[in-house]
């Protein structure tokens, strides 16, 4: 069943459409995905609105991650949108104050390890934000300020190894304390809040394809 207190639609799909396609504010603590894993009580997708039969995750978030989820019954958009090195841009709180040389290491690729072997990350957009941005609460505290600054970066990538981001900034010395995507492509989170779930009736537009 969805929420009561977090759910917005915008207009439905147009009646002649075969597929239909949303875009969703993943809160943390929810796997993206609709089938339970084995053994694991986690929180689905499906908890947050009644989505029509054969509704897939376009990409995924972790567990421990926030934001922006696409959504689609279209499985050859979910594939192009996949494979197209589509920008996907991220705001992440990193423990401590940030460098200059951090920054530029990361603009430039560092070295991860995914599946046991070595890889270097391709490079991109990196910069520091003023400040903390507009987001919804997490609904978790991150961690007590005294125990020292935080930054927030924003980071744009066209790949997605498994937590990618977090090796990334782990690899500078920076471990992640928050990351929320907020842009697929031309698709905005906005101002969604955790739980919200908004549909797309014309999805190649909203990607800029």
Request: contains cysteine; aromatic residues 6%; proline residues 5%.
């Amino acid at each position: 069943m969805p929420t009561t207190n977090q759910t917005r639609l915008t207009e439905s799909a147009e009646p002649n459409q075969n597929h239909q396609h949303f875009k969703v504010f993943k809160p943390y603590g929810f796997l993206s995905q609709f089938v339970p894993e084995s053994r694991k009580k986690k929180r689905l997708l499906g908890e947050l609105f009644n989505f029509p039969d054969k509704t897939m995750a376009i990409g995924r978030l972790d567990h421990d991650s926030e934001g922006l989820l696409l959504l689609t019954t279209d499985g050859m958009m979910s594939y192009e949108v996949r494979s197209k090195g589509i920008e996907k841009e991220y705001y992440v709180q990193v423990d401590g104050a940030i460098t200059e040389e951090a920054i530029l290491q990361l603009q430039k690729g560092v070295e991860i390890g995914i599946n046991g072997t070595k890889y270097l990350t391709l490079p991109c957009k990196v910069v520091k934000l003023d400040g903390e941005p507009q987001l919804p609460d997490r609904g978790r505290k991150i961690r007590d300020p005294r125990h020292g600054p935080t930054s927030w970066i924003s980071i744009t990538l066209c790949e997605g190894k498994n937590r990618q981001i977090r090796k990334m900034t782990a690899a500078v010395g920076f471990a992640t304390l928050r990351l929320v995507r907020v842009r697929i492509g031309d698709i905005h989170i906005e101002s969604l809040n955790a739980g919200d779930v908004v549909t797309l009736p014309d999805f190649d537009a909203a990607l800029n394809r």
